[in-house]
């Protein structure tokens, strides 16, 4: 994730069981909508793996947001949505 410059930077909390994740959402944002539709499922799909995985691995929260706007990203959607 963060070769490919979804992930922008890591915010770990000091007792280290909240992690939150900067991602950069404006970066992916094609103009088709095939490639946009492909580009949400994928978003979403990659950060739900991540966040399965770094549950599994002891964190106890795990928050993706926009580092732009600092918007959470909702994950339980089928597209990446950011919360207000």
Do not use: Q, W
């Not at 930077?9 to 994740?21: A, E, F, P, T």
């Not at 992916?28 to 994928?42: E, K, Q, V």
């Not at 990659?46 to 929260?61: D, M, P, Q, T």
């Amino acid at each position: 994730m963060f070769s490919s410059r979804l992930v922008v930077r890591l915010h770990i909390s000091k007792n280290g069981s909240v992690l939150g994740v900067s991602v950069n959402l404006s970066g992916f944002d094609p103009r088709c909508l095939y490639c946009s539709t492909l580009n949400d499922y994928l978003i979403v799909n990659i950060s739900r793996k991540a966040y399965s995985e770094l549950v599994r691995n002891g964190f106890k929260e795990v928050y993706f947001f926009d580092y732009r706007t600092n918007r959470l990203v909702d994950l339980e959607l089928s597209k990446y949505v950011l919360k207000e």
